[in-house]
């Protein structure tokens, strides 16, 4: 198997060593058939080369579409279809990876996909590498996950292995929190929001509405319909140290409060009861609005942002939520590194994302420990999510750490993988599966 491919693509045909005199019209012969064989293979490279070339006249990425589509002729692709069977216990923390199709654009500019998924949880990224004397060569990093989504898989997909399994949680008392990581434009919003149509955006095909639908399900089945429970959604971003109520007109900043029993609220924070999905999908709608309104360049404001969508279960007999479901659209990983940034404000930005994403691990990491240690003061995000990471196994986290295709995009994506490596670390397996 090859581990790396030069750009001579494989090891030509060996030559015999010599032998003695007796067998020398013998060697001649040999080594005729091998030289033979050996050009044959050079042709077939060559051709193979020049229809590739003249499929895609002026590629300047030829070499490496070629070497990652040789690479994917030995694997044995199983990609992700459907969850079935249905995993019968929840894992606590779930980590899982979605990558996006090559977009128009990057199709244009002729960018390669150098993301290969083989089955439902292994990935392998071929990284371009130049040797001494500029050969390219590609570098395979493998990694494993619990589940990899490809370009093919949709949001139900997606939603079914990574949310769906965290509602129950809600009702059984705890909080069930899922994020979704990544580099800008790795498909974060698409995922949670809902799928763009241009500018537009469906929020009814996003994991927020689906999961809204699955929580009104189970409150109406046989087990909690006595229960006289009320759902409540709250919709809100951090930017920052700041946060604002994304249901609130006019976006007051709303405060964040520890008491002396460590409780943390969100002084003000606008719980609107929903009676239907509908009621919900209104509320997303209403949400993204705020969180893009106002701004000259938007995007560039909601990358710096991570956005929180509560699903808040309320017993009629209870102060407070008796469960709740957290799901986060954090900002941009990449923007982390805008700490040097000239711009004194995007350093600042870039510093407090940083910080914020480090302690999310940290409290992911506390939590599958059981650690007693909670980081959870290192920012605001985990300061607003505590109570996703305390009270043990009550509490269930996924994180869908999403990543582009493209050869342009390799170190983003290396620095995601390796950061959902280190959330939940498992052993990559190797190609035969053991
Ligand atoms: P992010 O929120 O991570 O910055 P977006 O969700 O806004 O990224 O995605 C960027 C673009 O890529 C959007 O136009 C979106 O529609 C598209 N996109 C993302 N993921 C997918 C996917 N799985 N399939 C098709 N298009 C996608
Ligand atoms: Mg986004």
């Known amino acids: 198997r090859l581990s790396s491919a030069n ?6 045909p060996q030559q015999f060593p010599s032998m003695r005199c007796s067998s020398v ?20 490279q060559r051709k193979e080369k020049s229809a590739l070339m003249n499929r895609d006249p002026g590629n300047p990425n030829w070499e490496v579409a070629l070497m990652v589509r040789q690479y994917r002729e030995q694997l044995v692709m199983k990609p992700l279809r459907s969850l079935s069977p249905r995993p019968l216990c929840v894992q606590q923390i779930t980590v899982c990876v979605r990558k996006r199709p090559l977009n128009r654009r990057e199709m244009n500019a002729k960018n390669v996909d150098i993301i290969s998924i083989p089955n439902r949880d292994s990935l392998i990224v071929h990284e371009l590498r130049h040797k001494v004397d500029l050969t390219k060569f590609l570098e395979h990093h493998k990694f494993r996950f619990d589940y990899t989504f490809d370009e093919d898989c949709s949001n139900t997909l997606v939603y079914e292995c990574t949310a769906r399994p965290l509602i129950q949680t809600m009702f059984e008392g705890g909080n069930a929190t899922c994020f979704a990581y990544g580099q800008t434009g790795a498909g974060k919003t698409h995922t949670m929001g809902g ?14 509405a689906m999961a809204t639908r699955d929580v009104f399900a189970e409150l109406a089945s046989p087990s909690y319909r006595e229960l006289g429970a009320k759902i409540t959604c709250s919709y809100f971003e951090i930017y920052g140290s700041k946060v604002y109520d994304l249901l609130a007109p006019g976006k007051p900043l709303l405060r964040v409060l520890e008491d002396g029993r460590q409780q943390v609220q969100v002084v003000g924070l606008t719980e609107m009861p929903v009676s239907d999905v509908q009621d919900v999908l209104h509320l997303i709608e209403l949400g993204n609005r705020e969180r893009t309104s106002g701004q000259t360049s938007a995007n560039a404001k909601s990358s710096r942002s991570h956005a929180v969508f509560q699903i808040g279960l309320h017993k009629p007999d209870m102060w407070g939520t008796f469960g709740k479901c957290s799901f986060v659209d954090l900002a941009g ?3 982390g590194a805008d700490t040097n940034s000239a711009d004194r404000q995007t350093r600042i930005e870039g510093a407090e994302i940083n910080k914020s994403l480090l302690a999310l691990k940290e409290c992911i990491r506390a939590l599958s420990r059981q650690s007693s240690h909670l980081p959870f003061r290192g920012s605001k995000l985990t300061q607003v999510l505590r109570d996703s990471f ?5 509490n269930k986290t996924c994180m ?20 959902a490596d280190r959330v939940k ?5 190797n190609d035969d599966g053991t």
Request: charged share 30%; hydrophobic share 30%; with cysteine.
């Open 7 to 12: 750009i001579s693509m494989g090891t030509p």
């Open 25 to 44: 019209v013998r060697e001649v012969e040999r080594m005729k058939e091998n030289r033979e064989r050996r050009r044959a293979w050079q042709s077939e």
């Open 195 to 208: 799928e763009f149509y241009g500018k537009q955006q469906d929020c009814s095909t996003g994991i927020y």
């Open 333 to 335: 990983n990449e923007r």
């Open 390 to 394: 305390i009270g043990g196994e009550h």
């Open 400 to 419: 869908i750490a999403m990543i582009s295709p493209g050869l342009t995009s390799v170190e983003h994506t290396l620095n995601t993988l390796r950061y």
């Open 425 to 429: 670390e498992l052993v990559a397996k």
